[in-house]
């Protein structure tokens, strides 16, 4: 995974959990954090997703804002009752073939377990961060947040 740092972020398709499509090229010229996590309503996952909604306002205050986009096998129909359930303010896809997955090379961890997987990616879609989030979202979520800081303009309004 983090052989892709200095790539260029794979463009893709998916659905979103209202069942529309999403097509990545059109958040070219935005920072973005693309986070894949491996199933909605798994204690782990739900806590990734809550971190990343509560941290959500401080990363669309940031200069650039930066765009959020969870992305897991689940079903588009999943997607909407997970999303609905915590009220998140960003998108969730649905990714049930992991083609997209697999384009960004996150793991399956003994055979089954997909890993939970961060990509921050700048503007011109070049993937700046990789990180893996097994069991600390809380402190991924920070680590994400000091990375951006340190590459966009930490915030302030120019």
């Known amino acids: 995974m983090s052989s892709m740092i200095g790539e260029k972020a794979p463009d893709f398709s998916l659905s979103t959990s209202d069942g529309e499509e999403f097509n990545f090229s059109d ?3 935005t920072w973005k954090v693309l986070f894949f996590y491996a ?6 996952c739900k806590r990734g997703c809550l971190t990343f909604k509560e941290q959500y306002e ?7 804002p930066v765009e ?3 992305v897991s096998q689940d079903s588009v129909k999943q997607h909407k009752e997970f999303k609905e359930e915590l009220d998140l303010p960003f998108t969730l896809l649905s990714d ?3 083609d997209v997955a697999e384009m960004f090379k996150v793991p399956v ?3 089954s377990f997909p890993a939970k997987s961060s990509f921050v990616i700048g503007p011109d879609n070049t993937i700046h961060h990789v990180y893996d989030w ?6 991924h979520v920070a680590k994400i947040l000091d990375s ?5 303009d930490g915030g302030r309004s120019s």
């Open 27 to 29: 958040l070219e010229g």
């Open 39 to 44: 199933k909605a309503g798994s204690p782990t």
């Open 58 to 64: 401080l990363f669309r205050s940031l200069e650039p």
């Open 68 to 70: 959020i986009i969870g």
């Open 96 to 98: 049930p073939d992991r």
């Open 109 to 111: 961890h003994l055979g």
């Open 134 to 139: 097994l069991f600390r979202p809380r402190r």
């Open 148 to 152: 951006l800081s340190s590459i966009t």
